[in-house]
């Protein structure tokens, strides 16, 4: 178990370095200056003023001492520029926006919030209504209720987030204004008018993958429920309710906790669709916002962080599947 | 045609009524393609302390047979017809929770491959624990697990305690058909069913699971229907055999007279068709030709008629048999003049036993 645990964590690093080298050659690859970006759009700098802006942000050095400082920036903090012009820039150093010389933490630690809060809640709302719909469907298989779950799955399941996004906001917002126009406010300044503007997307995302982990629900169950030790179980003579909930949950369960482990992850780096339907600024929208604006260190730290989310999601979900499956810890 | 005649428990038994006593059992499943009879009348009988053999080829209904016993079949999708007696007591149609108090304690069942048997994610000594408890419920969980340990000792299972710890995973073949034996005699029922319990292990193995079964019934005195489709198997354990083709009995009796003096035409194709059975190693088998019939649309007549070398068609004649009777009606399972041995064949006896001794005894084919 130990071993097995150390080998995906050095995996982890590994692929996180590799993903860190790769965002930073994005810098390079991207066919335009830094420095005329930082001068803005409508201010031209002379190149007496470029020059001084990339010696200030290192930009006159070698690659690998520029990763090098990066990498230092992210663990220990840097000072960018030197004298009276020095910047100082506190460990985890993201760097600073192009466009408005905010530090890059600031706006994560700013628009992360808004990404958590839509995504937990909406896997809370998808996992409880998809699995229990899944499970039941699987049951009752064949009934009027089985149908009707598999007709509906069906349905989301193929619905696109921005088009059932503003089916959500035509109907309950702007045809009958039963909710009011989403603003997002931090959890801690107001609980309860945070989750006034997160009951659209909760609604949105989450109906919409329920369909898809309904689905996912009911195909395990109907699988583990033809397997062998669950007959095995009933020949036991145990309740339906042990061989269900002892016996074929347990089983049906875990690819899902994996496949829910990896959205969440993924989600984690940003929706960018529903942040931008519902008209949050969360890492998904700030993310493609910067890209849009060739903003390379906001670019950098969100792919960075959504690489983050996605490898830790992975582990966790090794470990977490070691933990239920004792056929794991062998091999 | 004649209602089809219930045989008795073949051979000599004392004792009152057999423990289980299957009268013309039928089982059908509705399918989309239609309704599937994969169980046809079938009768049979089982004293404690006594083991009867069911054979037949993949598909004849030898397990839909067993589930039936257990009550293990879809209510919603499945209809079942006749008595299943047990302890004189009908089950056929009664409530799941009464058949569900009587599963795993007056009766058992080990099936054929025992890694997908038993659960991956619980330790096996958790597992037969919990079939002790089910039916103990006073029991704690520690008594239970005792109680497990004991029985993975019982079963030969070494350092039982610390196997018990273990999941199935981490047993061999072999000792996993063993901890599941052990979890079917925990509250020590009196009918075991085995399914096939050996076909997924190697010889040396199966014949050790065999001893051992043989062993826990002089113990536990149970009664034991195996299901296999090795008469090799039966031939070393039962004492009675039912022979299963297509959802049917064809021929039913004790093991000297079914694998000794048998008269079915399909029995001896099985006979003929098994290496161990073989007075000469080096004698060709003789597989079955054709196969088994759909079990939608059986064959009318003798189901086994299309594969049958001394089928009576049409056009051929017999002394004290009507032409073309196997395309037509369907045989019954007839006493033959040994007392408790049960054929069904339109052929007459005479005949069977003159086709035996001419063509299958005397070409060396069975000892
Ligand atoms: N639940 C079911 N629904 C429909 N048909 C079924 C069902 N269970 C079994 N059958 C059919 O009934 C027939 C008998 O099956 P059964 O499993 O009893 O065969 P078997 O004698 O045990 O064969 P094997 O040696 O392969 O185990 C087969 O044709 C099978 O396809
Ligand atoms: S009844 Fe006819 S077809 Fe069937 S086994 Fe006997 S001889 Fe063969
Ligand atoms: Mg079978």
Known sequence: MHRFLIKKLLLAVTTLLAISVITFALFFLVPSNPAEVMCGNRQRCGPERLAQIEQRMGLDQPAYVQYGQFMKGIFVGRTFGEGAAARDCPAPCLGFSFRNDEPVTAIVARTLPVTLSIVFGAAAVWLLIGLSVGMVSALRRGTFFDKVAVGTSLVGASMPIFFFGYLLLIVLVYETGLLPNPKYTPITENPAAWAGAMVLPWIGLGFLNSATYARLARAQMLETLSEDFVRTARAKGLSKATVYGRHALRAAITPIVTIAGLDLGTYLGGTVITETVFGFTGLGKTALNAALNLDMPIVMATVLLAAVFIITANVLVDVLYAVIDPRVRLS | ?367
């Not at chain 2, 040396?204 to 149970?222: G, K, M, N, W, Y």
């Not at chain 2, 031939?235 to 000297?256: F, H, I, K, N, P």
């Not at chain 2, 694998?259 to 060709?284: E, F, I, K, N």
């Not at chain 2, 054709?290 to 299309?306: K, R, V, Y």
């Open chain 2, 1 to 367: 045609m004649t209602a089809a005649v219930i045989p008795e428990t073949p051979g000599a038994y004392t004792g009152a009524a057999p423990y289980l006593q299957v009268r013309d059992l039928s089982v059908r499943f509705a399918t989309e393609d239609g309704v599937v009879r994969a169980v046809d009348g079938v009768s049979f009988a089982v004293e404690r302390g006594r083991t009867l053999g069911i054979v037949g080829e993949s598909g004849s209904g030898k397990s839909v047979t067993s589930l039936a016993i257990l009550g293990l079949h879809d209510p919603k999708r499945t209809t079942i017809a006749g008595q299943i007696l047990l302890g004189g007591r009908d089950i056929v149609g009664l409530d799941e929770e009464s058949i569900r108090r009587l599963r795993g304690r007056d009766m058992a069942m080990i099936f054929q491959d025992p890694l997908s048997a038993l659960h991956p994610y619980y330790t096996v000594g958790r597992q037969v624990a919990e079939a002790y408890r089910v039916h103990h419920p006073d029991a704690s969980w520690r008594e239970a697990h005792r109680r497990a340990v004991e029985m993975l000792d019982r079963v030969g299972i070494p350092q039982p305690a610390r196997r018990a710890n273990q999941h199935p995973h981490e047993f061999s073949g072999g000792m996993r058909q063993r901890a599941m034996i052990a979890m079917a005699l925990v509250n020590n029922p009196e009918l075991l069913i085995a399914d096939e319990p050996t076909t997924a292990l190697d010889v040396t193995v199966q014949a050790q699971i065999l001893d051992l079964l043989a062993d826990l019934q002089r113990e536990f005195h149970s009664a034991i229907i195996l299901i296999t489709h090795d008469l090799g198997v039966v031939s070393q354990v039962a004492d009675d055999v039912l022979v299963m083709y297509a959802g049917r009995a064809v021929e039913y009796g004790t093991a000297e007279q079914v694998l000794r003096r048998p008269q079915h035409p399909y029995t001896w194709g099985l006979l003929s068709s098994v290496p161990s059975l073989h007075g000469d190693p080096d004698a060709d088998l003789i597989p079955i030709r054709g196969n088994p019939p759909s079990m939608i649309h059986p064959p009318p007549g003798c189901a086994f008629h299309p594969r049958c070398g001394y089928a009576l068609l049409g056009s051929a004649s017999t002394p004290g048999a009507a032409a073309g009777a196997c395309e037509v009606d369907v045989p019954q399972l007839r006493q033959v003049q040994e007392r408790g041995h049960t054929v069904a064949c339109h052929l007459p006896e005479g005949k069977r036993v003159e086709i035996y001794r001419r063509d299958i005894a005397q070409a060396g084919v069975v000892r």
